[in-house]
């Protein structure tokens, strides 16, 4: 069911998501909560291997969708296409965590549950998740089973990171040892994920929140601009004695990046700022100026060689679509033999 004016002080939930340059893939992120038969839907379900079921949400809820600044009508898509969207349109990019601290501003749900624009939810995933909090009074975060587009597992609940995975990550070093321990663990690729966990942090990509949590240890730090508030959330939320759990009965399908891929580099450098900000803010030891230095040169180096090899891929991709389109060139010159 859906809210109405009558129910305002008495919803289950609130949904909060951002916008910024996707119109499509919020137009199919918000069709799979109201219009789960849509065909954009049912055909990123059938991709993940998902049935093709309409089960009707059973809670009280409302959609709240921040648009920030968008420049492909996406603000005009939500008012024209989906009216009963609570639809905050503002000029300029508070980031993630500001963006959603804007929709709690607005919220009327008992919870409070941060979802990504290029996600695509099951049927009867919000009555699950909001049932599953019901049932854990000291659960502070709880997050679903997020798959890749394809069906394939993705990892979207870890344990909190350290700098040995964050030497190994994504850098040379891990791609010369790429079953390293400290990735493995910071994953959490030891176990099938197929069963209720408490564990350090959930993927912001859809996140559940109790409003008792959030009145207790307070929104989303803000200084995150994108990347590492989810992590910051559950550290708070793990010192106030709140539970994090994952939880794998309701499915999300998660296409990573499809939003801050508009601007990669910047959201490269963006994520070596927040993971600076994250662990100076919460390991003590960085208050040593040499610990503080080598961090810093830590994250410098890493985010340099990502950087690069960003760029190799898109030199390695624009070759080869040079290449492609020279041989579709040279075929349509070739002469062809009479019959």
Do not use: D, Q
């Given at each position: 069911m859906t809210p109405t004016d009558a129910q305002s002080a008495a919803l289950d939930l609130t949904v909060s998501i951002l916008s910024w340059n996707t119109r499509d893939l919020l137009r199919r992120c918000l069709g799979s909560i109201y219009h789960p038969a849509w065909p954009p839907v049912r055909a990123a379900r059938e991709r993940a291997g998902l049935p093709c079921d309409a089960v009707p949400e059973e809670i009280s809820f409302e959609v709240v969708v921040v648009d920030q600044e968008s420049l492909d009508r996406s603000a005009r898509m939500v008012a024209e296409e989906f009216p009963q969207v609570r639809l905050l349109a503002r000029k300029g990019n508070l980031?993630?965590?500001g963006g959603n601290n804007l929709a709690y501003q607005h919220a009327r749900g008992r919870y409070f549950l941060l979802l990504n624009s290029d996600t695509v939810?099951?049927?009867g995933a919000l009555t699950a998740l909001v049932r599953f909090a019901d049932a854990h009074p000291r659960a502070g975060l709880i997050g679903p089973k997020v798959l890749n587009p394809n069906g394939s597992l993705q990892l979207s609940c870890r344990r909190f990171p350290t700098l040995?995975?964050?030497l190994f990550r994504h850098t040379p070093l891990g791609i010369l040892f790429p079953k390293n321990r400290f990735v493995r663990k910071y994953l959490m690729d030891d176990w099938t994920h197929d069963q209720p966990q408490e564990v350090d942090w959930l993927s912001g990509c859809c996140l559940l929140a109790r409003r008792e949590m959030i009145e207790e240890i307070g929104l989303l730090d803000d200084g995150?601009?994108?990347y590492f508030e989810d992590v910051d959330w559950a550290v708070r939320a793990h010192r106030a004695g709140w539970q994090v759990l994952y939880y794998p009965e309701p499915l999300v399908i998660h296409e990573i990046g499809r939003s801050t891929d508009k601007a990669v580099?910047?959201?490269?450098?963006r994520h070596h700022l927040s993971a600076y900000r994250f662990f100076t803010?919460?390991?003590p030891s960085t208050r040593r100026p040499l610990v503080r230095g080598a961090l810093i040169a830590g994250l410098a180096v890493r985010c340099a060689l990502t950087l690069a090899r960003n760029q190799a891929l898109r030199w390695k991709l624009k070759w080869s679509q040079r290449k492609s389109a020279a041989r579709?060139?040279?075929k349509l010159s070739e002469p062809r033999s009479g019959g």
């Open positions: 980031g993630f965590a939810l099951r049927p040995g995975a964050g995150f601009f994108m580099k910047r959201m490269i450098v803010k919460h390991y579709k060139s040279r």
